[in-house]
């Protein structure tokens, strides 16, 4: 059996959902009503399970998010919506709160988020063992430890491909709650991280001035997607619930051709889900929203990861300023540019601004309000006018099943049988009197024409044979009723042959790896509580949301070290890092205050309030 390969989409809501499948993707993730990440894109039960549907025709999944920590009087509410996402047919639920595992469910199949932060083998091997069909693991993991956790457990490992990257391990970000009770396990993350920060050093000296510090680049690991494989992954996920539709089809189509091209003869690997997309754009990453790009640790840390100077978005490098004529800006590579579009350059202090171009004129750009720019200044397109209305179009992507149709005759009229790609075969009957037709010549060319007219079904004809002992007339009408007829039922008959695959779980108490949980396990109620206590785990903290202490918290671990953004850090850049930094470092953001602590063994960095004590480091490692 070939391994089945799958991208994974965001859908912020039907719309995008169907979207993506439109343009190649094998599954969907879509939030539920209540309990998802992004308390902002929730979504109705009905909405899901159309969803749901227009999925499984193309044999390809639905996935529900219920990724944040749950508090007690919320268990039962959430225990009730799952049973009502198993009875639409959800393919599986992607989950944090190990209450969860403990509750009285229907046979779904679960699946671990990124939230339960999964980043050590034994822990994932716990999880798969406790009744955990797949995990998706932490973004920060690179090639050889992807393969380590595979090789430990065979587990279904789903990791992202693109998009947008938590500063902070998934799951461990307290600052959004500290700073002003928003939590992000919870769904609404305040994004502080995307702020910008003053950096202080220990003698009190500014050393950087109003930067996005934590802001970092956007991720994009698709030219590894052959080396994921190989170490073990099978889903590749496009991060993006509250994306637009433009994200979503121009993310899924360009990893759905590159993925083809991955698979296209390939013995051990096929891809996920049935049809074949064709697109009127042709997509590129830097044309939607993006920071510019990193491959954040997959091959180790040998970059800067920063996104400083802003945390929106740059877009597609067009050239560089020339020089400005009258009102106009001359750009190199000017003649790619369009009407509408949006430009952004990094001013003079160092921020992100914009230009909004009214109209291209002999290879100028006309703004609707002239700047002042420096010649050399560098142009990025962040908002591509033309290309996003061509993607915008519903028609940009569309996705068919490939069919073999054969008309043929039997005793009392004529039959159409259509056998699609995955072998599914429907048969139509028409009781039709047998007439030759005027001067005995053959329809048959005529009524192949006909037959290959799918329109907007989810079908297309490749190979159409019509089988006659005498060249019998027809009339179109009945032609075109016969094929109608014949791809209804197959849409029945593929809906009907659709098994959601299902997996009661079962209570275990195998040990968890450790007996003692501290406030990053997000325990937030009793259910996990009971569940982490059977699987042998003695001592408890709550969850940060429920105990923390103002003022004095670690509100962040993180694998990004503005250290090493500094060509400072003492293990990684000592030929080349000079003077040693006075620490501790502080990032201040008006009243905000946040202190720096760098774990060099782990090769972590970690963020305090600004009245927590603890001991510097000293470099022990020279």
Not at 46 to 65: G, M, N, P, T, W
Not at 164 to 191: D, I, K, T
Not at 530 to 538: A, D, I, L, P
Request: glycine residues 6%.
């Amino acid at each position: 059996m070939k391994k089945k390969i799958e991208i994974l989409a965001p859908a912020k809501d039907l719309i995008h959902g169907m979207a993506a499948i439109n343009s190649g993707a094998d599954a969907v993730y879509i939030g539920a009503p209540q309990f998802g990440a992004r308390s902002n894109a929730t979504n109705s039960i009905e909405d899901i399970a159309e969803l749901v549907k227009y999925a499984h025709l193309f044999h390809a999944q639905v996935f529900v998010v219920i990724n944040t920590i749950l508090y007690d009087n919320e268990l039962e509410t959430c225990r009730q919506m799952i049973w009502k996402l198993y009875d639409i047919k959800v393919d599986a639920l992607i989950v944090q709160d190990m209450a969860i595992m403990e509750m009285e469910l229907p046979p779904i199949v679960l699946h671990a988020s990124t939230q339960a932060n999964n980043r050590d083998a034994d822990k994932i091997k716990f999880l798969k063992d406790a009744g955990m069909k797949r995990v998706v693991l932490a973004r920060e993991l690179n090639l050889h430890q992807i393969k380590t956790i595979s090789t430990a457990s065979d587990v279904e490992l789903e990791f992202f491909v693109t998009g947008a990257l938590c500063v902070s391990f998934s799951g461990n970000c307290y600052m959004s709650v500290a700073n002003g009770e928003r939590s992000a396990n919870r769904g609404s993350c305040a994004q502080n991280c995307r702020l910008p920060y003053n950096l202080i050093d220990g003698h009190g000296e500014t050393l950087i001035k109003n930067s996005h510090l934590l802001s970092i680049k956007d991720f994009d690991v698709s030219d590894q997607i052959p080396n994921l494989i190989e170490a073990g992954v099978c889903s590749f996920k496009i991060e993006g619930r509250l994306k637009d539709i433009v994200y979503v089809k121009n993310n899924v189509s360009y990893l759905r051709q590159k993925l083809d091209a991955f698979l296209e003869g390939n013995e051990s690997y096929t891809k996920a889900s049935s049809g074949k997309c064709t697109f009127t754009f042709d997509s590129a990453l830097n044309k939607s929203f993006n920071r510019g790009y990193t491959d954040y640790f997959v091959n180790g840390r040998d970059q800067s990861i920063g996104s400083w100077e802003s945390p929106k978005s740059k877009g597609q490098y067009i050239g560089k300023l020339i020089k400005t004529i009258g009102n106009a800006y001359q750009i190199e590579n000017g003649e790619l540019l369009n009407n509408g579009d949006g430009l952004c350059y990094i001013n003079d202090n160092n921020e992100a601004d914009g230009i909004y171009v009214n109209k291209v004129e002999n290879g100028l750009a006309y703004p609707n309000v002239l700047k002042e720019l420096k010649e050399g200044t560098f142009i990025y397109r962040n908002n591509d006018a033309a290309f996003i209305k061509i993607v915008e179009r519903e028609d940009s992507a569309v996705r068919k099943i490939s069919t073999t149709l054969l008309l043929t005759e039997n005793e009392n009229g004529f039959e159409l049988i259509a056998t699609d790609e995955d072998g599914f075969v429907s048969t139509v009957h028409l009781e039709h009197a047998k007439e030759q037709t005027k001067n005995n010549e053959s329809i048959a060319e005529n009524i192949k024409t006909q037959l290959a007219k799918t329109g907007f079904t989810p079908y297309k004809a490749d190979e159409i044979n019509v089988m006659f002992s005498e060249n019998w007339f027809l009339p179109i009408s009945k032609i075109n009723e016969m094929r109608r007829t014949v791809f209804e039922q197959l849409s029945a008959i593929r809906m009907a042959g659709y098994k959601v695959e299902e997996h009661q779980l079962v209570k275990t108490s195998h040990p968890y790896p450790e007996t003692k949980l501290d406030f990053m396990y997000n325990v937030s109620n009793k259910l996990a509580r009971k569940f982490y206590e059977r699987h042998g785990v003695t001592e408890i903290e709550k969850a940060f949301e429920l105990q923390w202490e103002p003022g004095k918290s670690r509100v962040m671990t993180t694998k990004y070290c503005i250290k090493y953004e500094l060509k400072k850090c003492p293990i990684h850049q000592k030929e080349i890092m000079g003077e040693k930094l006075k620490e501790p470092l502080v990032l201040k953001q008006g009243e905000l205050e946040y202190k720096l602590k760098f774990n060099c063994k782990p090769c972590e960095m970690e963020i305090w309030e600004k009245d927590a004590e603890f001991e510097i480091e000293e470099d022990h490692f020279h």
